[in-house]
């Protein structure tokens, strides 16, 4: 009896000291735990498919450490002295890019927050936009923000191209203008394409009374203004079916876009995969929403996925206030699922079905044509998508009687080396070389003029081409017809007729 009560009183203490070591076991120790043991299960595969003796070695070597490794708080101490511990939970999280290194830069400058705490709550208090510090209605602070080293980052500089944060607010991707110029004025409320009182970063879901209080307002406002915009739109996502309370409702897709939404620089700059699914190395992020990018990294080569986030994926219905996603659009998933978009799978899925197109329009990526201001704006309120494009046929190509225009490299402050710095892909540029420029003057620095040849790099792929140009060929175009409606009169390929 005395025996059994002594066992149950050590019993009872025991689980009181455990009780007790649990509650002031701090979190992060679990979240670097969690992270080892995954490096250790990623080491160990690894090491299973590996034969050279040399490189097993080392891989037995970092197991070990991993093994070994105990939990400990992570200073990040950054050259202004500074110090950061974000790293004490998120210690398994990406660099975000090679010009943002995160021993120099730390994570405040972007993310904002309480960079000393290590309690969650107060730690992400007053954090920039949430997880998404690229947001518009933020990003003056974040991209926009002053480094460390005291250097205006993408705000503030005398060249304007450099003022990101500012230029992409004007876009017409950001304010939906032409898609409310073109309504209003389809109903009769404006007799020219200017919308009245359209402001810069405005979100063209809160232009007030689009439609002057017609019953189909509200309508136009939901399935049409909110949708696609870079600041805060919610995505036309294919995953709905996946949702579990899915309110597709003729056609329309509504429910999961709430969680899926255009949140400025990262909308473009941050890949994402179909699935809108984190899956990199950070475990603190394993029960997180959908909604973010695949891992913690910037780019600059933003394949033609990741602007038909938005783009080509279905049909606006003007009249009915509506939109239908495409009807192919489980075909288009898979295929960006498995990775390696072909070409077949290109000339399927690039563009809507019926859409006609040359094609440059599908072996290029949306930005090997596209230039800086056509995707980031140039600091004008365009109303319509025809004013804001700068790009045509002819700066690539030519016409019957005019070579493309083009410049040679004369100074390393061109513009044209910005790119090389960000895009590992980029064609080295090298003073003299001769590149094109586009009619609207500017530079489209991955092309070159290589002996009589003209060449074009991907700047996603690092894939070339060269361009056939229109002097000398058999063209039948007239030269008082450039737009690309005309061209694909005769350069009409399809996705049915390739
Ligand atoms: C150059 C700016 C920048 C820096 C520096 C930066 N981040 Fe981020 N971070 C971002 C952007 C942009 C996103 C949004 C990605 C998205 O939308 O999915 C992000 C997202 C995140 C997320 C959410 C997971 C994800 O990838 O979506 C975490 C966690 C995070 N950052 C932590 C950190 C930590 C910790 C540091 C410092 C070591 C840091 N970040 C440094 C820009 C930055
Ligand atoms: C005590 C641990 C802890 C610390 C310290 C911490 N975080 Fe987090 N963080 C988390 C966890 C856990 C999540 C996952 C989301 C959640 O559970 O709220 C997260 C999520 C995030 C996200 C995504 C948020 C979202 O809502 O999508 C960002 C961005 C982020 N953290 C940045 C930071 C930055 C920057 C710091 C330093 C200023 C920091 N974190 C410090 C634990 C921490
Ligand atoms: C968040 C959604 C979204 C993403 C992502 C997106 N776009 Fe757009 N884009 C739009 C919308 C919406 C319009 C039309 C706005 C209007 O007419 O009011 C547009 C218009 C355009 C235009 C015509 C107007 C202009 O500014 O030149 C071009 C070109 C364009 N997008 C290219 C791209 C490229 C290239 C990418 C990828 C790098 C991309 N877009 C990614 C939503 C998006
Ligand atoms: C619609 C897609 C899109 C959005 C949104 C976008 N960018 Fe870009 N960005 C691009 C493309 C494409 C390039 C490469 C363009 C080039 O250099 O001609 C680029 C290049 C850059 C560069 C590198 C300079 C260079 O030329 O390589 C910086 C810096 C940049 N963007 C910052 C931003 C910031 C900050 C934001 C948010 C305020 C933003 N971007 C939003 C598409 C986008
Ligand atoms: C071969 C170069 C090229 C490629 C690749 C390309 N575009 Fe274009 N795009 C153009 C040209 C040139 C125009 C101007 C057309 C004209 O003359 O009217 C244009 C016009 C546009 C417009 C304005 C509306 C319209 O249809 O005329 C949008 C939006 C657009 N492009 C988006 C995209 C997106 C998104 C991608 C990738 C999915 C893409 N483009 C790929 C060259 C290209
Ligand atoms: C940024 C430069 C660039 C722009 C802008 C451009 N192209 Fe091209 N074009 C190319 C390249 C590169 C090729 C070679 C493509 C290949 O080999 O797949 C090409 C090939 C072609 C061809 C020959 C192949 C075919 O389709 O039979 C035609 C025709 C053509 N382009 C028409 C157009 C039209 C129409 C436009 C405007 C919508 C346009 N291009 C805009 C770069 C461009
Ligand atoms: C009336 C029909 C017609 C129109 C309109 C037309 N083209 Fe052509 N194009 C042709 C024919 C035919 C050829 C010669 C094809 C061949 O040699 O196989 C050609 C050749 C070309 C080539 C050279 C292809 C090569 O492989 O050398 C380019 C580039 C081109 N066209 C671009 C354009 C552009 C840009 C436009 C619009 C401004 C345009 N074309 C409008 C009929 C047309």
Redesign the pocket.
């Known amino acids: 009896m005395k025996k059994t009560f002594l066992l149950a009183s050590l019993l009872l203490i025991l689980i009181v000291i455990l009780a007790l070591k649990q509650e002031n076991t701090p979190s992060w120790t679990r979240y670097q735990r969690d992270y080892f043991t995954e490096q250790i299960s990623k080491l160990q595969v690894q090491l299973g498919t590996i034969n050279d003796s040399t490189k097993k070695n080392q891989l037995q070597q970092e197991l070990a450490s991993y093994q070994t490794r105990k939990p400990e708080i992570i200073n990040l101490v950054l050259p202004n002295g500074k110090v950061e511990r974000c790293k004490t939970c998120h210690i398994g999280i990406e660099e975000i890019s090679n010009s943002h290194p995160s021993n120099t830069f730390g994570c405040a400058v972007c993310h904002g927050g309480n960079p000393l705490s290590l309690d969650k709550t107060t730690a992400h208090a007053q954090m920039y936009g949430g997880g998404h510090p690229g947001s518009l209605d933020v990003a003056s602070l974040s991209c926009g923000g002053t480094g460390a080293n005291g250097v205006a980052c993408h705000t503030g500089n005398h060249e304007q191209a450099k003022n990101e944060v500012d230029l992409v607010k004007t876009s017409i991707m950001s304010t939906k203008a032409g898609e409310l110029s073109v309504v209003r004025m389809m109903f009769g409320f404006d007799k020219t394409k200017d919308v009245p009182g359209l402001t810069k970063g405005q979100v063209g879901f809160l232009y007030p009374n689009p439609l002057q209080g017609r019953p189909n307002e509200k309508d136009f406002q939901q399935n049409c203004l909110s949708q696609c915009h870079q600041s805060g739109g919610d995505i036309p996502t294919p995953i709905a079916t996946k949702n579990p309370h899915p309110e597709v409702t003729q056609g329309k897709v509504q429910a999961e876009s709430k969680a899926i939404q255009g949140n400025g620089c990262e909308v473009c700059h941050v890949l994402t995969n179909p699935t809108h699914t984190y899956i990199g190395a950070d475990t603190t992020m394993k029960s997180s929403n959908i909604g973010r990018g695949k891992v913690h990294s910037l780019t600059t080569q933003i394949p033609y996925t990741q602007c038909n986030q938005c783009h080509n994926q279905g049909n606006h219905d003007p009249l009915k206030m509506s939109f239908a996603i495409r009807s192919d659009m489980t075909k288009v998933v898979n295929d960006w699922k498995a990775g390696d978009t072909n070409w077949l799978d290109r000339l399927k899925d690039y563009y809507l079905p019926g859409e006609i197109f040359?094609q440059c329009e599908v072996s290029l990526d949306c930005i090997d044509c596209h230039t800086r201001q056509d995707v980031m704006g140039d600091n004008k309120l365009y109303t319509s998508q025809y004013d804001a494009v700068h790009l045509q046929?002819?700066d690539c190509?030519g016409?019957k009687e005019k070579l493309p225009q083009t410049k040679i490299i004369k100074d390393t402050n061109d513009l044209a080396f910005e790119e090389q710095i960000t895009n590992s892909k980029f064609p080295e540029l090298k003073i003299g070389n001769e590149i094109l420029m586009t009619a609207k003057g500017e530079e489209l620095p991955f092309t070159r003029h290589q002996g009589n040849d003209w060449v074009q790099s991907s700047r996603v792929t690092g894939k070339t081409f060269k361009i056939?140009?229109?002097y000398g060929?058999?063209?039948?175009?007239?030269l008082m017809?450039?737009?690309?409606d005309?061209?694909h009169?005769?350069?009409n390929r399809s996705a049915s007729h390739p």
Do not use: I, N, W, Y
């Open positions: 040359a046929c002819q190509h016409t056939p140009l229109v060929s058999k063209c039948q175009q007239s017809e450039q737009g690309a005309s061209c009169k005769c350069h």
